[in-house]
Nanobody, 124 residues
């Protein structure tokens, strides 16, 4: 079973940056989807950035385009989310997700594997 562990969250002031990491283990699939999601208190979980392995191009939520970048280090089996120009509305629990099936970043409840999350708090 795939295991995911996020790290790198914290508290920053608006305009600051953070880099989240997601260490993945027990991945035996040659093709898969991975992504970052977030959930703020009282709100539904939403997709932030996603990609399909071996496929050019990524999907970003409109609210983070130009500020966040998703990347992957295959050698380390680690997924990253570089977050720049952070805003208070980016405050949320951030989750890493994995699925060996075709998934959409906008439909979070269909994803199979999830990490425990890492908290990001942005103060104004």
């Amino acid at each position: 079973q795939v295991q995911l562990e996020e790290s790198g969250g914290g508290s920053v002031q608006a305009g600051g940056s953070l880099r989240l990491s997601c260490a993945a283990s027990r991945i035996t699939y040659s093709w898969y989807y991975m992504g970052w999601f977030r959930q703020a208190p009282g709100k539904e979980r939403e997709g932030v950035a996603c990609f399909a392995s071996g496929v050019a191009g990524t999907w970003y939520a409109d609210s983070v385009k130009g500020r966040f970048t998703i990347s992957q280090d295959n050698a380390k089996n680690t997924l990253y989310l570089q977050m720049n120009s952070l805003k208070p509305e980016d405050t949320a629990m951030y989750y890493c997700a994995f699925d060996p099936r075709v998934r959409m970043c906008t439909i979070s409840y269909e994803w199979r594997y999830w990490g425990q999350g890492t908290q990001v708090t942005v103060s104004s």
